[in-house]
């Protein structure tokens, strides 16, 4: 089990950029993947991005990829998520997730410990 809390949502405009943070706490030594999901209203919850705890390899949603960056700092037991050039269909609540197993980690199949998750509202 590990304890997720995501912080750093608010409201931009359109072209903005903001920066989510999401620490982790408990088994965190078992991760083997931290994930950023996505779920805006009246749609379902979708992947945007993932990280790797110990190698660092990351990946993307096609819909971010060229304007968000995932990171991690694992001394602070944290993964960030850069969201750059936002758009008004960025807007949802933002969602960390961890894995404990490698099969899959990049597509964001077999995620759990999702945190309490932080709005993102972009405005044209």
């Known amino acids: 089990q590990v304890q997720l809390a995501e912080s750093g949502g608010g409201s931009v405009q359109a072209g903005g950029s903001l920066r989510l943070s999401c620490v982790a706490s408990?088994?965190?030594?078992?991760?083997?993947?931290l994930a950023w999901f996505r779920q805006a209203p009246g749609k379902e919850r979708e992947f945007v991005s993932a990280?790797?705890?110990?190698?660092?390899?990351?990946s993307y949603a096609d819909s971010v990829k060229g304007r968000f960056t995932i990171s991690k700092d694992n001394a602070k037991n944290t993964v960030y998520l850069q969201m750059n050039s936002l758009k008004p269909e960025d807007t949802a609540v933002y969602y960390c997730?961890?894995?404990?197993?490698?099969?899959?980690w990049g597509a964001g199949l077999e995620y759990v410990n999702y945190g309490q998750g932080t709005q993102v509202t972009v405005s044209s």
């Open positions: 997730a961890a894995t404990f197993n490698r099969l899959g």
């Open positions: 990280i790797t705890w110990s190698g660092g390899r990351s």
């Open positions: 408990g088994r965190t030594s078992s991760v083997y993947a």
